[in-house]
């Protein structure tokens, strides 16, 4: 089955610095998607990559996948207090009704 | 926007009640989910379905069984709630086929005394 793995598990940083979240999977896969949580609520959708290479920007977020479709990386420049939060990268390999596997999480905590 | 709306945020319920959790969404998605979110373990799903009366089990279904009516609604129950259920369950709606990404509620956290 496939697993995601999400690096690093957790990531205090100061405010105003950049930070990267990476998402590795065991399998190629068909979309990635990027997720943001905010503590005891629900997952935000964030953005999603299918294609090798792509690259998206959403505000001061940018999200890479790599031309194999097994790595991904999530970039904060400039980071904010409202970044904090739980941040989860899903992934789809194929199969019915798009179940999604899901990293556990990158917990960022934006210092002042 | 998407909406996808969980009847209760914090539910409190006693073991061997039978639980009720209830999600509408309404974009007209072929697809909804449940899932429970515990701590170390992240997302886990707990069934699915693609389409009305139709249900699949996800990785962890046992003790949890499921009811689509309804394309909007899509219902988890608890047959008769243990305490190792308590958790944040998350219900979500996806379009179609070919991995469109799925749009979550607000969560559910429910505890079993």
């Known amino acids: 089955s496939q697993e995601l793995e999400q690096s690093p598990q957790s990531l205090i940083v100061q405010e105003g610095k950049n930070l990267t979240i990476n998402c590795t999977s065991s399998?190629?896969?068909?979309?990635l998607y990027w997720y943001k949580q905010k503590y005891g609520e629900g997952l935000i959708f964030l953005m999603m990559?299918?294609?090798?290479?792509e690259e998206k920007s959403h505000e001061k977020i940018t999200a890479k996948l790599d031309e194999k479709k097994q790595q991904s990386s999530l970039h904060i420049t400039a980071s904010q207090p409202s970044h904090a939060g739980i941040y989860l990268c899903?992934?789809?390999?194929?199969?019915?009704?798009?179940?999604?596997?899901f990293g556990k999480g990158t917990h960022l905590i934006i210092q002042p | 926007d998407v909406k996808v709306t969980q009847s209760s945020r914090y539910l409190v319920k006693r073991t061997g009640e039978k639980v009720f959790l209830e999600c509408v969404q309404d974009?007209?998605?072929?697809?909804m989910f449940w899932y429970r979110q515990d701590p170390g373990l992240g997302l886990r799903l707990i069934y699915f379905?693609?389409?009305?009366?139709?249900?699949e089990k996800g990785d962890i279904p046992e003790g949890y069984s499921v009811s689509r009516e309804k394309k909007e609604r899509f219902s988890l129950i608890l047959e008769s709630a243990s305490t190792n259920q308590t958790s944040m369950y998350l219900c979500?709606?996806?379009?179609?086929?070919?991995?469109?990404?799925?749009?979550f509620g607000d969560g559910t956290r429910l505890s079993i005394l």
């Open positions: 899903g992934g789809y390999s194929g199969g019915g009704a798009d179940g999604l596997t």
């Open positions: 979500a709606s996806s379009k179609g086929t070919g991995g469109q990404p799925q749009h």
């Open positions: 990559l299918q294609k090798g290479g």
């Open positions: 399998k190629t896969l068909y979309g």
């Open positions: 974009m007209d998605h072929e697809n």
């Open positions: 379905s693609y389409d009305v009366k139709m249900k």
